[in-house]
């Protein structure tokens, strides 16, 4: 098994994996109404659950077991923006009955037409937005 130079591993279940792609599918294809206007396209936006451990080499693993549509989320085809009472009341509930999930971070879809487009682009790497809200999250953590 190759690493990265970080020297950790992100293992994604069966089920999380399907979630991921259903969800990303259903806001991409199916015509969402807001505010009495069509969209489709759209972005969609998740909190990802599972835990993290130390394994034999001193390598970390980050298991991700299911994870939850954050439905509070403003979605936009260039764009997410969650709720943050959401992941408020989503990591109390988690704590209180399922305390051996922890919460392990987020991810969010970026709805492209074709795959040519995006590796043509490179649009498979982090977005500036994306770095900058990986910062963020990172900082807050060390408070």
């Known amino acids: 098994m190759k690493y990265n130079s970080s020297g950790y591993v992100i293992r994604i279940s069966e089920n999380a994996l399907i979630q991921m792609c259903l969800n990303g599918l259903e806001a991409y294809i199916v015509t969402h109404k807001e505010n009495n206007e069509d969209k489709s396209k759209l972005e969609t936006f998740g909190l990802l659950w599972g835990h993290e451990s ?84 990172t900082s807050s953590l060390k408070l």
């Open 54 to 137: 130390t394994l034999t080499n001193q390598k970390t693993l980050y298991s991700i077991e299911l994870l939850s549509i954050d439905t509070s989320a403003v979605r936009k085809s260039n764009s997410c923006e969650p709720n943050d009472l959401a992941l408020e009341l989503k990591r109390d509930i988690m704590t209180s009955f399922w305390p051996h999930y922890d919460f392990l971070g987020d991810f969010h879809t970026h709805p492209y037409n074709n795959y040519r487009y995006v590796r043509n682009n490179k649009l498979y790497l982090y977005s500036e937005q994306d770095r900058s809200s990986i910062e963020d999250f």
